[in-house]
T-cell receptor
């Protein structure tokens, strides 16, 4: 079946760097997205990788390796407000996006 | 504020009730989606509409019935639900199908309807 696997929880300290990994098993894979969701809020788009390599957007970067069916989200200079759930999502073609179960990030002072 | 609104924000209903969830997007997008989000589980895609036409039904039970009267509005009609249907129901929209690259892949989510079935 099609699935995306990511760790359930990650804890890091303020100012540090954290990497959230995502491995996927999908057919017809077109690219990998990342979304952030705060408690009680809607998921918001962070990034999309269609090609292998690193995409950088401010403090957040996302990486994709198609040959390894693997990607990650890198968060730098962590802030307390970064405490949230982060979802990787695979674009499997057409209108279908498959989401991982989410990684809960706890940022400590 | 993402430009996608959902009503109601909270809904409690009995198993014999009939209710509807409403979603509206003000972004000029062509595709709209319904997702179900349960605790500690991946977001589950339920339905997709593109230009008002249903393009995806992810094996959703018939007690959930979607309706898309135009590209800006999406409804989810609920009847004879089960307690396990209790979840957060999220609506989303995107400019075009997810095969496009870059920013076109961004889905904009509404705040969701927290549904409790008693």
């Amino acid at each position: 079946g099609q699935s995306l696997e990511q760790p359930s929880e990650v804890t890091a300290v303020e100012g540090a760097i954290v990497q959230i990994n995502c491995t996927y098993q999908t057919s017809g894979f077109y690219g990998l997205s990342w979304y952030q969701q705060h408690d009680g809020g809607a998921p918001t788009f962070l990034s999309y990788n269609a090609l292998d390599g690193l995409e950088e957007t401010g403090r957040f970067s996302s990486f994709l390796s198609r040959s390894d069916s693997y990607g990650y989200l890198l968060l730098q200079e962590l802030q307390m407000k970064d405490s949230a759930s982060y979802f990787c999502a695979g674009n499997t073609g057409g209108f279908k996006t498959i989401f991982g179960a989410g990684t809960r990030l706890f940022v400590k002072a | 504020e993402t430009g996608v609104t959902q009503t109601p924000r909270h809904l409690v209903m009995g198993m014999t009730n009939k209710k509807s969830l409403k979603c509206e997007q003000h972004l000029g997008h062509n595709a709209m989606y319904w997702y179900k989000q349960s605790a500690k589980k991946p977001l589950e895609l339920m339905f997709v509409y593109n230009f008002k036409e249903q393009t995806e039904n992810n094996s959703v039970p018939s007690r959930f019935s979607p309706e898309c009267p135009n590209s800006s509005h999406l409804f989810l009609h609920l009847h004879t639900l089960q307690p396990e249907d209790s979840a957060l129901y999220l609506c989303a929209s995107s400019l075009r199908p997810q095969t496009s690259g870059g920013a076109d892949n961004e889905q904009f989510f509404g705040p969701g309807t927290r549904l409790t079935v008693l």
